[in-house]
């Protein structure tokens, strides 16, 4: 059973397009995120849930929009994909403790823009 | 603002050395968690151990070993006779404690590590 899985795994698609990336934990947390990583490696936090609502936002243009239906489930859509924007998409979800929470992450989404 | 340094881009080891990952932070908060990750060849992000500002105890797990030293802001991992399955990219982050609920891990640049045979 995976612990945070998220779909797609790959996503190919032209600029322009609209994408979105879902993402499902059952380990019981009330806390989840999104990261990006870029090509040199590079992990930083976009955005972050607590029991559906929004925690943190960071300077992640407004194409970017999150949506939590419910606690163990945080979707990330994508408006008017720019070449930029290609990626790998991480979710993760945490205890909320406070800072010391530790991430368990998905498999990742691997979002290319051509 | 907080900071991680991993000036280690890349390090090469043959199988059965040891290996220490640095890891230099920056923050202003007293209180603060730090974190070590594993990225291996297939993309995983792993987590390997959480320490706390006012724990500097050193901890030990299997042939891992962390070395927490609070007066150099440092937080260095070594791995004790390596092993290929050990190849990947290695991630130390810092979380501050004043984020309410949400763990915001700042990473640093990641440390590849390669074990030959």
């Known amino acids: 059973d995976t612990a945070v899985s998220q779909t797609p795994k790959y996503l190919v698609t032209q600029m322009g397009n609209d994408k979105s990336i879902k993402c499902e934990q059952n380990?019981?947390?009330?806390?989840m995120y999104w990261y990006k990583q870029d090509s040199k490696k590079f992990l930083k936090i976009m955005f972050s849930y607590n029991n559906k609502e929004l925690i943190i936002n960071e300077t992640v243009p407004n194409r970017f929009s999150p949506k939590s239906p419910d606690k163990a489930h945080l979707n990330l859509h994508i408006n008017s994909l720019e070449l930029g924007d290609s990626a790998v998409y991480f979710c993760a979800s945490s205890h909320g403790r406070g800072g010391a929470g530790e991430l368990f992450f998905g498999e990742g989404s691997r979002l290319t823009v051509l | 603002a907080q900071k991680v340094t991993q000036a280690q881009t890349e390090i090469s080891v043959v199988e059965k050395e040891d290996v220490t990952l640095d890891c230099v932070y920056e923050t202003r908060d007293t209180t603060y968690y730090l974190f070590w990750y594993k990225q291996p060849p297939s993309g995983e992000l792993v987590f390997l151990i959480r320490r706390n500002s006012f724990d500097e105890q050193n901890e030990i797990s299997g042939r891992y070993s962390w070395n927490f030293q609070k007066s150099t802001s440092s937080f260095n991992f070594t791995i004790t006779a390596s092993q290929v399955v050990d190849s990947a990219v290695y991630f130390c982050a810092l979380s501050e404690a004043k984020t309410g609920t949400a763990s915001k891990l700042t990473f640093g640049t990641g440390t590849r590590l390669q074990v030959t045979l």
């Open positions: 380990l019981g947390h009330d806390t």
